[in-house]
């Protein structure tokens, strides 16, 4: 088993940034890529970035050029830097993971527990 923590949400003003940490523990040999999700009250959860194991990014066209995803292997961490934040991002934000890419974008095997992030206005 995997088990992931995520840490670092909070209430901002619209335009501020934030970080996000998830830190994996438990069986993490059994993990490659990583991602982020996200989801608002009444809306359906949504893939936000991902990573794989080698570091290549993907970004959800709505977050691209505002937020950064990054991990840091020897600390089994994955990070999400989100700048110039909006008040459509106040979501619930999971950390995900998977053996392959092609899984955490469909269908994750381990989750966080999430992180709220409130973006006012």
């Known amino acids: 088993q995997v088990q992931l923590v995520e840490s670092g949400g909070g209430l901002v003003q619209a335009g501020g940034s934030l970080r996000l940490s998830c830190a994996a523990s438990?069986?993490?040999?059994?993990?490659?890529?990583m991602g982020w999700y996200r989801q608002a009250p009444g809306k359906e959860r949504e893939l936000v970035a991902v990573?794989?194991?080698?570091?290549?990014?993907y970004y959800a066209d709505s977050v691209r050029g505002r937020f950064t995803i990054s991990r840091d292997s020897g600390k089994n961490t994955l990070y999400l830097q989100m700048n110039n934040l909006k008040p459509e991002d106040t979501a619930m934000y999971y950390c995900?993971?998977?053996?392959?890419?092609?899984?955490?974008?469909?269908?994750?095997?381990?989750w966080g527990q999430g992180t709220q992030v409130t973006v006012s206005s």
């Open positions: 995900a993971a998977a053996t392959t890419m092609a899984m955490v974008i469909a269908t994750p095997r381990y």
């Open positions: 438990g069986s993490i040999f059994s993990i490659n890529d």
């Open positions: 990573i794989s194991s080698a570091g290549s990014p």
